[in-house]
């Protein structure tokens, strides 16, 4: 049976802590070593809600975050890939707990790879689940390929035409609880079109790789139209762990069983081997 969706689980602590411009907003569940979850644009941390529960029995503190102007954050004053990242800092510093597994999915490995590599005090271990690799020119014709429509059709026509849109350029085995997700929280981050999509093309994934020193995981869907750039990030990095899904982009939600299994053997690596060193 599905739980409702905009309804916490049960066991789970919501919160707040201060950001570097406002509220950053986080779903906690477990006690343990944490492993900080981050969504990709222009979710929230509801992406991760099938995992929390799978993350916490296996003896961790998983704590899913809203990064700014997402779903329940308030907005930065400078957007950014970098501004996400310091955010995320102030947010582990609050939590006081040790350094974190992070994981990002999509953008938010983006954001997650950016913590690392600015603040390695704070990141143990690093999970990037299909995180984009564009090259300069790549970013370049990215930008503004997305715009954001907010204008609310006094028929509710945009939720349908926004369904419309997901179901098109998402992930085609997406189930409709997925598609209900991304559609429910696009509209909920409100216009800040700067701060999902349209900041990623400004940041130069490229340049931080060599920078991050914690062990790394690299998983790369196989239907998912970036794929390639999970072996280009391996190519990049050959020291960093690397592994592949049958799926899409959408496993951590619709395949929640199957996306856990090498992510959670991992989070166990990347926490003994912080221990040995500590």
Not at 30 to 53: C, I, K, T
Request: hydrophobic content about 40%.
């Amino acid at each position: 049976m599905t739980l409702p969706i905009m309804t916490a689980l049960p066991g789970e602590r919501r919160g707040y802590v201060d950001g570097l411009d406002g509220q950053l907003h986080y779903r906690s569940y477990g006690e343990g070593p944490p492993v900080l979850l981050v969504h990709q644009a222009p979710w929230s941390s509801l992406q991760f809600r099938h995992v929390l529960p799978r993350i916490a029995d296996a003896g961790f503190r998983a704590i899913a975050v809203d990064l700014p102007a997402h779903g329940m954050s308030d907005p930065p004053k400078t957007p950014g890939i970098e501004c996400y990242a310091d955010n995320l800092a102030k947010l582990l510093g609050a939590f006081g707990s040790g350094p974190a597994v992070v994981l990002g999915h999509r953008g938010g490995g983006l954001v997650a790879g950016r913590l690392a590599a600015e603040h390695p005090e704070l990141v143990c271990g690093l999970i990037l689940d299909n995180a984009p690799f564009y090259t300069e020119a790549e970013r370049a014709a990215r930008i503004g390929k997305f715009p954001d429509n907010q204008t609310i059709a006094p028929d509710g026509s945009h939720i349908t035409d926004r369904w419309a849109w997901v179901r098109e350029k998402g992930d085609p085995d997406w189930s409709d609880e997925t598609v209900h997700i991304a559609v429910i929280t696009y509209f909920l981050h409100g216009p800040w079109k700067e701060h999902g999509h349209g900041i990623i093309p400004f940041y130069d994934f490229r340049a931080d790789v060599p920078r991050i020193a914690c062990p790394t995981l690299v998983i790369a869907s196989r239907t998912d139209p970036i794929f390639p750039w999970g072996g280009q990030i391996a190519e990049a990095r050959p020291d960093w762990a690397y592994a592949e899904f049958a799926g899409g982009p959408g496993m951590v939600f619709d395949r929640p069983d199957e996306w856990c299994d090498p992510v959670l053997s991992h989070i166990g690596q990347f926490t003994e081997f912080d221990s040995e060193i500590s």
